[in-house]
């Protein structure tokens, strides 16, 4: 019996043995699926802003940083399977779910007319204490797959993050806009300089740490122009009805 057909016959033993999974309903995946069932992924909360210049996300923008476009590819779906995909790749390690839904979102902006001039796409930074601690930066892999898609390259260390801010998540408003206010700065300013360049992160809620590290850059990058895009946004925090 030839290699080709044991790999094979491994392949199909282990598959029955241990099934891969939906990463958000958990159901068994068929031939022909990847990451994602069927039905999950044609009922995902996509936002659909990656078509539209004029929306929440970019809105949240104006009169803070000047952005070329802004987006976001999910809602941010409270006590839902969508919620613990991202919670996986945030906290428990699925990193490789975060690249593939970085794929995913890549192909929806290379298909938009708005994204067509970005040329590196670099990841929100977690501060060095941070990704010890975790292993790994999630956003990257989200930067990796969007990379990939739209045909540029990923910067990861030309933004760094100068201070260990304080977990976001239970602050109101205007402590997220101080807890990261001075948290992010540049270094190797040449490799970015006259370009545009695609910031990417995870989840945006109030938008304060991605508005932050934006305008970091266009303070410190000569020439360059920016845009934004998370992978999940917050409908209540945009102010967008269900």
């Known amino acids: 019996m030839s290699m080709s057909i044991l790999s094979e016959l491994f392949r199909d033993m282990a598959a029955l043995l241990y099934p891969r999974r939906c990463a958000v309903c958990g159901e068994p995946l068929v031939p022909g699926e990847r990451l994602l069932c069927t039905l999950c992924r044609a009922t995902a909360p996509l936002t659909g802003y990656w078509l539209e210049a004029d929306n929440p996300v970019a809105r949240r923008c104006w009169g803070v940083v000047p952005v070329e476009q802004a987006s976001g590819f999910l809602f941010f779906v409270h006590a839902s399977g969508w919620q613990r995909m991202i919670h996986g790749f945030k906290y428990r390690g699925a990193w490789r779910t975060a690249r593939e839904m970085g794929e995913w979102y890549g192909r929806c902006l290379a298909e938009s007319s708005l994204y067509g001039g970005v040329e590196v796409v670099v990841p929100l930074p977690l501060h060095p204490i941070k990704r010890c601690r975790r292993g790994y930066n999630q956003a990257e892999y989200i930067a990796e797959g969007i990379a990939a898609q739209l045909g540029v390259g990923v910067?990861?260390?030309?933004?760094?993050?100068?201070?260990?801010?304080?977990?976001?998540?239970?602050?109101?408003?205007?402590?997220?806009?101080?807890?990261?206010?001075?948290?992010?700065?540049?270094?190797?300013?040449?490799?970015?300089a006259g370009r545009h360049i695609l910031l990417v992160d995870d989840v945006m809620t109030t938008g304060s740490t991605m508005l932050s590290c934006a305008g970091e850059i266009v303070r410190a990058v000569p020439g360059c122009r920016i845009s934004l895009a998370a992978l999940a946004v917050s409908q209540h925090e945009l102010g967008v009805k269900a």
């Not at 030309?158 to 270094?187: I, L, M």
């Open 155 to 192: 910067e990861r260390h030309c933004v760094v993050r100068t201070r260990n801010t304080e977990s976001q998540a239970r602050k109101p408003h205007r402590e997220r806009e101080r807890n990261v206010e001075g948290a992010f700065a540049v270094r190797h300013a040449e490799r970015l």
